[in-house]
């Protein structure tokens, strides 16, 4: 299976809005430090997910993103469709020109398998994987990491800790 960062980035940053959606609107800056994606590349995904009615964007102080929808009502394949992305397991991308301009002998067969993956990718929902428990205890140690900020001078000797 082929499935892309832009896929996988959007799918996390997604789980990441629905696990925080109580608080309020969520900053792509709080999105970025938790997943360790950059911002410039969020904005990209985020301006697509917006295209597609997946988030809203909320203005002014305390402003960020909100899921449009339920989160029962948003599928990965949704995602990953709104970022343009493919679930493709083909070596030609589908084009049907991986043997000399031809159909190879299982172009169809991964034709098929793709289809099964986005058919799976289709049944689950934010919302379902907001409720599994590896999924909570991730979120929880990432929040936990956030919340408690390293000072940018730990392990340095300065001479207010030598006193």
Same mark, same amino acid.
């Given at each position: 299976? &082929?499935?892309?960062?832009? @896929? &996988?980035?959007?799918?996390?940053?997604?789980?990441?809005?629905? #696990?925080?959606?109580?608080?309020?609107?969520?900053?792509?800056?709080?999105?970025?430090?938790?997943?360790?994606?950059?911002?410039?590349?969020?904005? $990209?995904?985020?301006?697509?997910?917006? +295209?597609?009615?997946?988030?809203?964007?909320?203005?002014?102080?305390?402003?960020?993103?909100? #899921?449009? &929808?339920?989160?029962?009502?948003?599928?990965?394949?949704?995602?990953?469709?709104?970022?343009?992305?493919?679930?493709?397991?083909?070596? *030609?991308? @589908?084009?049907?020109? *991986?043997?000399?301009?031809?159909? *190879?002998?299982?172009?169809?067969?991964?034709?098929?398998?793709?289809?099964?993956?986005?058919?799976? #990718?289709?049944?689950?929902?934010?919302?379902?994987?907001?409720?599994?428990?590896?999924?909570?205890?991730?979120?929880?140690? +990432?929040?936990?990491? $956030?919340?408690?900020?390293?000072?940018?001078?730990? @392990?340095?000797?300065?001479?207010?800790?030598?006193?």
């Amino acid at each position: 299976m &082929r499935l892309t960062t832009k @896929g &996988r980035y959007a799918v996390t940053a997604m789980l990441d809005l629905a #696990l925080h959606a109580n608080h309020g609107p969520v900053s792509l800056a709080d999105i970025s430090k938790r997943q360790e994606i950059s911002l410039s590349y969020l904005e $990209q995904l985020f301006a697509k997910l917006r +295209q597609n009615d997946l988030v809203a964007s909320v203005r002014g102080p305390g402003g960020g993103y909100k #899921l449009s &929808r339920e989160a029962e009502t948003v599928f990965v394949a949704q995602i990953i469709d709104a970022v343009n992305e493919s679930v493709d397991t083909t070596n *030609c991308g @589908g084009k049907g020109d *991986c043997q000399n301009g031809e159909v *190879c002998l299982t172009h169809y067969l991964w034709c098929d398998l793709s289809e099964q993956i986005h058919k799976f #990718l289709s049944g689950i929902s934010l919302a379902s994987l907001v409720e599994r428990s590896e999924v909570k205890r991730v979120a929880e140690r +990432q929040d936990a990491k $956030q919340q408690s900020p390293v000072s940018e001078n730990a @392990g340095m000797i300065t001479a207010s800790n030598l006193v």
